[in-house]
C-alpha cells in the first residue's frame, strides 16, 4: 500500500462565513441539513404542487360526498315526514274519541324523532317549521285527549298541519339539502315527485275527502240523505280535484319511469296500485253519493273503505323515497369512491415519491460516502484509495475524477522519487562540473565536462562547446598573434634594409652631384681651353679621355642608383603588401574577439539559466569577454598603426617612383654625355677649327650636366624622404612586435592542448 503525507481535505465553511461571488446563497437551514433531509425537502416541495391540485380535488369530492350525505339524510328524513303523514291521514276525518291511545303514542313518538332529526339541522327555516308543527301537533293530540273537538273540526285541524308545516318541511328540507342539484338522469324529476308531488297531492287529495265529511253529515242529519244541487256539485268538485291530484302524481311517477327504466321494476308496480285504489276509491264516493237520489252511506263507511288505499299510497312513497336515497348513495358512493380513488393515487404517488427519492438519495449518498471514505484515505496518506464508478451520472464523473486523481498523485509521488533520485545526481554532476569549471577558469582549457541526460546536460554541452570554440579562436589568436610577431620582425628587416637602401641612395646621389659638379668645372675649363691652342685640343682630348671614364663611372653610380631605386620600390611594395596581410590578420584578431565577446555572452546566460551552478562559470566567461575586449582594443590600435604605416608606405613608395624616373632620366643623360664625350674623343684629333664646335657642345654638356646636378639632388632628397618613411614604418613595426608580445604573454595563462 502506497502513503504520502497529504493535506488534510478541507473542512466544511462555518454557517456565518460569507458565500463567494460565484456561490449561490443557500438558507442557513439547508446548509444544516444531510443530503438525504435535502433531497425529502425537495420531494416534499415538488409534491406540494401535486398536493394542493389533489386537494383541491379532493376537496370537490368531499363536497359532493357531503352534499350527497346531507341529501341522503335529508332523505331518510321523508320517511320520517312520510310516517307523520300517514299517521295524520290515518286519523283525520275519525271523531276524537275514536282515535286509539296506540295512534296517539305513535304520533308522539313521530313527533320526537322528527324533533331529534331536525334539532342538529343548521337551518333555522327547518327548525322553526319543526317547532311549530310540533306545537301543533301537540294541539292535536290535547285535543283528542280531551275530545274537545268533532270530526270536522279534528280533520281541519289536521288539514292545516298537512298542507301548512309538513307541507313546507318536504320542500324547506329539500331546498336547503339542495336536493334539486342532483346530476343523474332523473334525478330532479324523483326529487319534485317526493319533495313536492307526492308529499303535497297525496294529502291534499286525502283532504279533498275530507271536504265530503260536513256535506254528508248535514245530509243525513238535516237533509234526510237528500243533497243539494250545490252539495253534489261541491262533491263532484273534490271526487275531480282528487282525481286531478291523483294524475299529476301518476304523471310524475310516469316520468320518473321514463327518466330511469332501472326503477320500473321497483315502482311501476306499487304506482299502479296505488293508483287504481284511489280511482276505485273515488268511483266508490261517487257510486254512494252522487248516483243515488238519497244518500244512506256515512262519512265512517267512506273513511273505512279509504284508510285501506293509504298503505299502497304511502308504501308507493316510500318506494319513491327509497328510490331517491339510492340516487342519493350512489352519488355518496362515487364520490366516496372517487376520494378513495385519490387518496389511494395519493398513497400511491406518495409511496412511488418516496420510494423515487430514497432511490435518488441512495444513488447520491451511496456515492458521497464512497468518495468521504477514499478521500478519508487520501488524507491518510493512501494513495491505493478509488472510488468505485457504477453510474454514469456526475458522480460518474466525480469519482472517475477522484480516480484520476489518486492516479495522478500516484504518479506524482513517483515522479517525485524519480526527481528527487535525478536531483541528487544532477547535484553529484554539478560538483563535477564545477570542478571542471574551476580547471577552465584556471585557464586549462583542455578540460570538458561530462555531457549526462538531465537539464546539466545541455548547460555541459554548451559550455564544453564555447570551452572548445574559445580554446580554437585563443589558439588562433595565439598563432595570429606569433604571426604577427614574425610579421613584425619582418617588417622590421625589410624597413631595416630600405632604410640602409635609401641611406646608400642618398650618398651615391651625394657623390653623383659632387661629381656632376665636378664634370660641370672640367667642361668649363675644357670650353676656355678649346678656344687656346692646340695643346689645349690635346688637353681637350685627354680631359675628354677623363670625362668619357668620369661619364663611365656617372653612368655606373647611376646604374647603382637605378638598381637601388627599383630594389627600394620592390622593398616598399613587399611592406606594403606586409601591411596588407598585417591588415588581415588584425581583421582576423578582431572578428575573433568579437566572436569571443558573443561566446562569452552566451556563455553568462547560460551560467545565468544554470543558477547557482553557473555563478562560478560566469566569472570565467566575464573574465575572457574582458579578454577579448581587450584583445580588440589592441587590434584596433594594431589596425590604427597598420593604417598609418600602409599611408606613409605609400608616400614612400610614390617617392622612390618619382626618384626612380629621374634616375632613369639621368642615366639617359648619362649614357648621352659619354656618347658625346666619346665623340669628342674623336674629334679632339681634329683641327681647332672645331673647337667652336666643341664649345658649343661643352655648353650644351654644361647644361645637361647642370640638369643631371639637379636630378642627382630630387634623388637625394627623395631618398631622404623615404629613409623617413621607412623609420616610421619600424616604428609602427616595433609597436605592433610589441603588442604580439603582450599577446602571447596574456594567451600564454591558457592552456590550450
Known amino acids: 500500500m502506497t502513503h504520502l503525507k497529504t493535506a488534510p481535505l478541507p473542512t466544511r465553511p462555518h454557517a456565518s462565513q460569507t458565500p463567494g461571488d460565484g456561490d449561490a446563497p443557500h438558507l442557513p437551514l439547508l446548509r444544516r441539513l444531510t443530503i438525504a433531509q435535502k433531497l425529502t425537502t425537495l420531494g416534499l416541495l415538488l409534491g406540494l404542487p401535486l398536493a394542493g391540485l389533489s386537494v383541491l380535488v379532493g376537496a370537490q369530492d368531499v363536497q359532493q360526498y357531503r352534499a350527497a350525505s346531507q ?78 273537538v268533532s270530526a270536522a273540526e279534528l280533520a281541519q285541524l289536521i288539514n292545516g298541519v298537512l298542507g301548512g308545516e309538513l307541507a313546507q318541511l318536504f320542500t324547506t328540507l329539500a331546498t336547503e339539502g339542495q336536493l334539486g342539484s342532483v346530476r343523474v338522469p332523473g334525478g330532479a324529476a324523483l326529487v319534485r315527485l317526493t319533495s313536492e308531488t307526492m308529499a303535497e297531492h297525496l294529502p291534499e287529495v286525502g283532504r279533498q275527502f275530507t271536504t265530503i265529511l260536513p256535506i254528508l253529515d248535514q245530509a243525513l242529519t238535516r237533509q234526510g240523505g237528500v243533497l243539494t244541487g250545490e252539495q253534489r256539485s261541491d262533491i263532484k268538485n273534490a271526487v275531480q280535484r282528487a282525481r286531478e291530484l291523483t294524475d299529476a302524481v301518476e304523471r310524475g311517477g310516469n316520468e320518473v319511469l321514463a327518466a330511469r327504466p332501472d326503477l320500473r321494476a321497483q315502482l311501476a308496480q306499487p304506482y299502479a296500485e296505488a293508483n287504481e285504489q284511489t280511482r276505485k276509491l273515488f268511483d266508490f264516493v261517487e257510486q254512494r253519493t252522487l248516483e243515488p237520489r238519497k244518500v244512506t252511506t256515512t262519512f265512517q263507511q267512506l273513511l273505512n273503505v279509504a284508510n285501506p288505499t293509504l298503505p299502497a299510497q304511502y308504501r308507493a312513497f316510500d318506494l319513491t323515497t327509497a328510490a331517491l336515497r339510492g340516487i342519493f348513495e350512489q ?90 533520485l535525478e536531483a541528487q545526481q544532477l547535484q553529484n554532476n554539478i560538483g563535477a562540473f564545477l570542478n571542471v569549471t574551476v580547471d577552465i577558469a584556471g585557464g586549462d582549457l583542455t578540460r570538458r565536462g561530462v555531457v549526462t541526460q538531465d537539464v546539466l546536460g545541455n548547460v555541459v554541452d554548451s559550455v564544453n562547446l564555447m570551452t572548445e570554440e574559445l580554446a580554437g579562436t585563443l589558439k588562433q589568436v595565439q598563432q595570429t598573434s606569433q604571426a604577427v610577431g ?100 588584425v581583421d582576423t584578431i578582431t572578428q575573433i574577439a568579437s566572436q569571443t565577446n558573443l561566446l562569452s555572452l552566451h556563455a553568462s546566460i547560460e551560467a545565468a539559466g544554470a543558477g547557482e551552478a553557473g555563478s562560478r562559470f560566469a566569472v570565467v566567461a566575464d573574465e575572457v569577454r574582458q579578454l577579448a575586449e581587450q584583445t580588440n582594443e589592441a587590434a584596433g590600435r594594431v589596425a590604427a598603426l597598420i593604417t598609418g604605416l600602409q599611408s606613409e608606405i605609400a608616400r614612400a613608395q610614390a617617392g622612390v617612383h618619382s626618384s626612380a624616373a629621374q634616375v632613369e632620366r639621368g642615366y639617359r643623360v648619362a649614357e648621352e654625355a659619354g656618347a658625346r664625350l666619346q665623340e669628342l674623343g674623336h674629334i679632339a684629333q681634329r683641327s681647332a677649327q672645331l673647337a667652336g664646335q666643341m664649345s658649343d657642345v661643352s655648353g650644351t654638356q654644361a647644361r645637361d650636366i647642370a640638369q643631371l646636378g639637379q636630378g642627382v639632388q630630387d634623388i637625394a632628397a627623395l631618398a631622404q624622404n623615404a629613409q623617413q618613411s621607412v623609420q616610421q614604418g619600424r616604428g609602427a613595426a616595433e609597436q605592433l612586435r610589441s603588442l604580439a608580445t603582450q599577446l602571447e604573454q596574456s594567451l600564454s595563462r591558457f592552456r590550450l592542448g
Do not use: C, W
Not at 78 to 84: A, D, K, M, Q, V
Not at 404 to 418: D, F, P, Y
Open 71 to 148: 341529501q341522503l339524510q335529508i332523505a331518510g328524513h321523508y320517511g320520517t315526514l312520510e310516517r307523520l303523514q300517514l299517521q295524520l291521514r290515518e286519523i283525520r276525518g275519525s271523531a276524537p274519541q275514536q282515535v286509539s291511545a296506540q295512534q296517539l303514542q305513535q304520533l308522539q313518538q313521530v313527533d320526537r324523532q322528527l324533533q331529534d332529526i331536525l334539532r342538529s339541522s343548521e337551518a333555522v327555516r327547518s327548525q322553526q317549521l319543526s317547532q311549530a308543527l310540533s306545537a301543533k301537533l301537540g294541539a292535536i293530540v290535547q285535543a283528542i285527549r280531551t275530545e274537545s
Open 331 to 420: 352519488q355518496r358512493a362515487q364520490a366516496q369512491r372517487r376520494l378513495l380513488a385519490l387518496l389511494l393515487l395519493l398513497a400511491l404517488v406518495a409511496a412511488l415519491l418516496a420510494l423515487l427519492l430514497r432511490a435518488v438519495s441512495r444513488a447520491i449518498t451511496q456515492p458521497l460516502g464512497d468518495l468521504t471514505r477514499a478521500s478519508r484515505q487520501l488524507s491518510e496518506g493512501d494513495l491505493s484509495a478509488s472510488v468505485p464508478v457504477t453510474t454514469a451520472d456526475e458522480f460518474a464523473l466525480l469519482g472517475h475524477s477522484f480516480n484520476a486523481a489518486t492516479a495522478e498523485l500516484r504518479e506524482q509521488q513517483r515522479h517525485s522519487e524519480k526527481e528527487r
Open 486 to 585: 614574425q610579421g613584425s620582425q619582418q617588417l622590421l628587416t625589410t624597413t631595416a634594409q630600405i632604410e640602409q637602401g635609401s641611406l646608400t641612395t642618398a650618398q651615391q646621389a651625394g657623390h653623383l652631384a659632387e661629381r656632376a659638379r665636378q664634370i660641370d668645372r672640367q667642361i668649363q675649363d675644357l670650353t676656355r681651353s678649346a678656344q687656346a691652342s692646340a695643346e689645349a685640343a690635346r688637353q681637350a682630348l685627354e680631359t675628354s679621355e677623363q670625362g668619357q671614364q668620369a661619364v663611365q663611372g656617372t653612368l655606373q653610380g647611376m646604374s647603382a642608383i637605378r638598381s637601388g631605386t627599383q630594389d627600394v620600390a620592390q622593398t616598399m611594395q613587399a611592406l606594403s603588401e606586409r601591411s596588407e596581410q598585417i591588415q588581415g590578420i
